[in-house]
């Protein structure tokens, strides 16, 4: 009885304590500026979204807000842009480019940023930071160098697809350069991510009988699992949306070009076919979102829970 | 199996940072040795390098008749658990324990027994199907054990094996600990900075302190033969009184009292050395008494400790707990001279 009658004062006095506001307003604060963020964020996209199933005369004349009054939806945008008769074969090219275009820089990133986080090797030290340096070259910068060597050494040009020496992967250029773009950054993320795992595990695995090979593959990728997924997602999505690299390494020969070189080509100088780039740019967002929402469950927080704490 | 010989170690990083200065240890085949010292005092790096993780720099390692310092960590035929455990997070308690014995080639069935024998000595069974996330740190720190069984190595390393552990289960792994060591008839080397862990569990302990080896016993000789001034405060709690005197043949003059020395010693200036319990409520038969001035009275009902002035000294005395004292008394105590200890004021050696 008397812990009861004890209780109760306590409870109206701590209703309207200062912790108690504090508290609400950090609950309530946090998530109003997160979600105002994401739909200031969404919102062009939901535009870009509405106008693509507006016809091209009302989009012209009216924002995408006032789609509902009048309201007037046509498929016919993503119609024309489906009709395109090399769609499938851009398509197809641009699975081509990115799929190698990922696996390969992660691949050899990987690798690299093994013995950069756990091997010892003279100038390690500098290499890495020589490499962290590579980020900050702005790609544009190695069109010509990049351009010339494949042109005037190799030999490899737009007008001969088959330049490469190996009939029936014309895209061996754009790979090239994409896995160049992309290793410095693969590299520096993983790294990171690989020195940050306990020294302890490699040790006992050392005394286990474990070569560097396997620590590698049973023991360090494993544990990367979300670090390399992350990093399959963020270069993939670069390489997919990628224009400007497609269009300077293969040109805009149809047979090789990748979906975004495809869409560009839609819209004339002049800015005809406008309203097709709104439901070409949802097309091409469906495969990113996949690849995404796919990887997402391998973004598991906590994954080294219970390996060296006690 | 095998004995384990530290033959002249050094272990240097940089030519002025020196870890581990000319260890010498003898450890005997099947025997709990314990490696014991303050942290930094190169306690952990001697281990290590017996492990083979770090590079002797100079001197030998033997583990049998093989000197070791240029076998690669895998072939030297040793496990380790390590303070952290070290389990890999990715994989099962069964595949954690089976690690090492893929790593070896062996024969499916042979592995199967093997870690099924090491999860029953361990009690594991249940959680063979389990990720380390979902264990209690005791659990985790039986399947490290395990990882480390079932190879049969010649030495079984640990390195703060129970640091992780809270006080009531660490005093459980202790015991079960020893029960292993028994079982497995193996080499243990045990590393700790725990003084009480050192005296439980070793057969013997060695005792280091800023890269230098100390003295090498059995825990009853360390605690009641202390080489030096340095082992007589580390081991035992709570630590020895140390008082400074000034001494001339058999007697020992502090600032509040005067001690019989149990045999003579050159004139000088020392440091009279006793434990708490050497302090007694009955006068000393040889007249080595002295007055504490008490200004902390514990009682553990099993002990208890007064912590007080003797002279200018400060003093801990472990008596009867029916002694009837109130802080701020003037107890009258009795000095056991049969376990007091002179240390050399220069050198800090023990003369007794």
């Known amino acids: 009885m008397t812990v009861a009658a004890a209780a109760q004062p306590t409870t109206v006095a701590a209703r309207f304590s200062p912790g108690w506001i504090t508290q609400l307003l950090q609950r309530y604060i946090l998530h109003i500026v997160v979600i105002g963020l994401t739909v200031g964020w969404m919102l062009p996209t939901i535009g870009l979204l509405v106008s693509s199933f507006r016809p091209f005369a009302l989009t012209k004349t009216s924002g995408w807000w006032t789609a509902l009054t009048p309201l007037q939806f046509t498929f016919q945008n993503y119609t024309d842009v489906l009709g395109q008769s090399n769609l499938g074969q851009a398509f197809f090219n641009s699975f081509m480019v990115s799929v190698p275009a990922t696996v390969i820089p992660v691949t050899i990133g990987a690798f690299a940023a093994y013995s950069f986080a756990w091997m010892k090797f003279p100038a390690r030290n500098w290499i890495f930071l020589a490499l962290v340096g590579l980020l900050a070259v702005p790609l544009q910068l190695t069109f010509v160098p990049v351009l010339s060597f494949y042109v005037n050494t190799l030999h490899w040009t737009t007008s001969d697809l088959e330049a490469t020496g190996i009939p029936g992967l014309p895209w061996v250029p754009l790979w090239l350069a994409h896995a160049g773009y992309g290793l410095p950054f693969s590299i520096y993320l993983l790294a990171n991510f690989f020195r940050a795992l306990p020294s302890d595990l490699f040790e006992s695995a050392e005394i286990d009988g474990a070569g560097t090979l396997t620590v590698f593959f049973r023991i360090i990728l494993p544990l990367s699992v979300p670090a390399l997924a992350s990093l399959v997602i963020f270069q993939f999505l670069w390489v997919w949306n990628d224009l400007l690299v497609a269009l300077i390494y293969v040109g805009g020969a149809p047979e090789v070009a990748p979906l975004t070189v495809n869409l560009a080509d839609l819209t004339t100088s002049l800015g005809q076919g406008s309203n097709l780039l709104t439901s070409a740019a949802f097309f091409s967002m469906v495969v990113p979102l996949i690849v995404f929402l796919s990887l997402q469950r391998y973004f598991v927080r906590g994954i080294l829970a219970g390996s060296v704490k006690g | ?319 009867d707990p029916r002694m009837k004292v109130a802080p701020g008394d003037t107890a009258q105590l009795g000095l056991d001279t049969r376990s007091i200890h002179l240390f050399d004021a220069e050198s800090e050696a023990a003369f007794f």
Do not use: W
């Open chain 2, 1 to 319: 199996m095998a004995a384990v010989t530290y033959d002249h170690v050094v272990k240097r990083y940089t030519a002025d940072v020196t870890v581990v200065k000319d260890l010498n240890v003898d450890i005997k085949d099947k025997e709990f040795m314990v490696l014991v010292g303050p942290s930094g005092c190169g306690k952990s790096t001697a281990l290590r390098m017996l492990a083979g993780l770090e590079s002797i720099t100079e001197g030998q390692i033997r583990i049998g008749d093989r000197v070791v310092n240029n076998v690669a960590a895998k072939d030297r035929d040793i496990a380790m658990v390590f303070q952290s455990y070290a389990l890999y997070p990715h994989m099962s308690v069964y595949d954690n324990m089976a690690f090492p014995l893929q790593m070896q080639h062996m024969k499916k069935e042979e592995m199967d027994k093997r870690v099924r024998n090491a999860s029953k000595i361990l009690g594991l069974d249940p959680f063979l199907k389990r990720k380390p996330r979902a264990l209690s740190g005791g659990q985790r720190q039986r399947v490290a054990l395990g990882r480390a069984i079932v190879r049969s190595p010649k030495v079984f390393l640990l390195d703060e094996p129970l640091s992780n552990l809270d006080a009531k289960l660490r005093g459980q792994t202790r015991i079960e600990l020893q029960k292993l060591h028994r079982e497995l008839e193996t080499t243990f080397i045990y590393v700790t900075h725990d003084q009480v862990e050192a005296m439980t569990m070793g057969d013997r302990i060695a005792i280091m302190n800023a890269g230098i080896l100390q003295q090498v016993g059995t825990p009853g000789d360390v605690y009641d033969h202390p080489a030096n001034l340095f082992v007589a405060g580390f081991i035992g709690t709570p630590t020895m009184n140390f008082v400074p005197v000034t001494t001339s043949d058999s007697t020992a003059k502090a600032s509040g009292f005067e001690a019989k020395l149990p045999k003579s010693v050159p004139a000088g200036k020392g440091t009279l050395g006793f434990r708490p319990e050497a302090l007694t409520d009955r006068p000393s038969a040889d007249g080595s008494n002295l007055q504490m001035k008490v200004d902390v009275v514990e009682r553990l009902g099993s002990d208890q400790y007064l912590y007080g002035q003797v002279g200018s000294d400060q003093v801990t005395a472990r008596v």
